[in-house]
């Protein structure tokens, strides 16, 4: 067997709060690996939102998800961890006798590590569905669940289902270059920021509450859309060329039980050190639960500093805990800028 090189830590989710994770590795010292199941770095802000405008991360009074994704990036690159993509790590155990980790992944590879942050966000994304006739056959051909690119909106008839955050901060979005947009929702009370909805009700978004959508028409291409009155039945039809459907997304972590981490609401518990009940293995960012939780970007960077200090402490105990101000130190890796 292949002898696999052991690393002093290996961060598993690339999203915003893994990527702040292996940044802080770096500036610790630690040998560090990065694992993604997607192609792709940046997590949620790459994949779900990225020409979304995110306005409470400090020091950024606003910034597109995308952009926020590339500074981060290049703040974790500096001091060149390896990052492993396509990697779905659907393993995770300890190997008692030498005392690490053992991670494996969907394909087989095998990762060994002396310490483990875990940052799965919401884990693989799987976008809620609805079990309407066609929609799953004009999927990427006029009905979306996420938007990556906002350019095929212009001056188009957009539907948007949800009444959540993202399907009304879509619908904020899209206002200034879509033709026309109407959002329905199943009830008349959302889930979105007041501030969102304040926007939503004094825009030009044509907004149905009460109403659920009952068929897609189209051959090659989203053509049109039938949505009812759930109290009356009454149906209408939209000429829409885009659907976005904004349901949400399925969290599946039932694999996380299985590796022997505790559970608590949907989510990995920690302690205030950002420990799970297994020593050596720390999560952070969406996926964990403590008391006072928020799932924000901002509170998951300070929660990856926790791990990861932690886990420097964990892997080498005669390291001082505090890593100090960064602004004290020389960096050795980083290229001029
Ligand atoms: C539309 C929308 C708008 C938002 N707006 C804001 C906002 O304005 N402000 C804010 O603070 N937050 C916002 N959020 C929430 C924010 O994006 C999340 O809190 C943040 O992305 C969490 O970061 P994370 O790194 O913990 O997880 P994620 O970004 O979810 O990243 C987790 C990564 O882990 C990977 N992964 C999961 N399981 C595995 C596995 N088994 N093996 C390998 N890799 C795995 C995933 O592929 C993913 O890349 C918004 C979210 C959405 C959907």
């Excluded at 799965?120 to 990556?148: C, S, T």
């Excluded at 955050?165 to 879509?178: G, M």
Aim: charged letters at 25%.
């Amino acid at each position: 067997m292949k002898k696999e090189e052991i690393f002093d830590i290996t961060i598993v989710g690339a999203g915003p709060v893994g990527l702040y994770a292996t940044y802080y590795a770096g500036l610790r010292d630690m040998k560090t690996k990065l694992i993604d199941a997607l192609s792709y770095l940046g997590g949620q802000l790459t994949a779900l939102y990225p020409e979304k405008f995110i306005y409470d991360v400090a020091g950024f009074p606003k910034i597109l998800a995308k952009d926020l994704a590339e500074n981060l990036i290049a703040q974790a690159m500096q001091y060149e961890p390896t990052v492993c993509l396509d990697e779905k790590i659907v393993k995770l155990e300890k190997i008692e006798e030498e005392n690490i980790f053992k991670l494996t992944s969907e394909k087989g590879d095998i990762h060994l590590s002396k310490s483990v942050v875990l940052t799965l966000g919401i884990g693989a994304f799987v976008p809620r569905k609805l079990d309407i006739p066609d929609v799953q056959k004009l999927e990427g051909r006029g009905i979306h669940y996420i938007v990556k690119d906002k350019s095929i909106f212009k001056d188009k008839n957009i539907l948007i289902v949800g009444g959540g955050d993202s399907a009304v901060d879509w619908a904020l979005n899209l206002e200034d270059i879509a033709k026309n947009i109407t959002l329905i929702h199943r009830r008349d009370v959302f889930k979105a920021h007041e501030d969102s909805l304040k926007k939503l009700f004094n825009s030009d978004v044509n907004v149905k509450t009460f109403y659920e959508l009952k068929r897609v028409h189209g051959d090659e291409h989203i053509e049109g859309a039938t949505i009812f009155d759930n109290r009356t039945g009454e149906e209408t039809y939209l000429e829409v060329e885009h659907i976005i459907l904004s349901l949400g997304f399925l969290a599946n972590l039932e694999f996380i039980k299985e590796w022997g981490l505790e559970i608590d609401k949907n989510a990995i518990k920690v302690n205030s050190k950002m420990e799970t009940n297994i020593p050596g293995v720390y999560a952070a960012g969406d996926i964990v639960n403590y008391p006072g939780k928020l799932k924000l970007i901002s509170t998951g960077f300070g929660e990856a500093a926790i791990a990861v200090n932690n886990a420097k402490n964990y892997v080498d105990p005669t390291s001082k805990f505090s890593p100090g101000h960064s602004s004290d130190f020389v960096p050795k890796k980083i290229k001029s800028g």
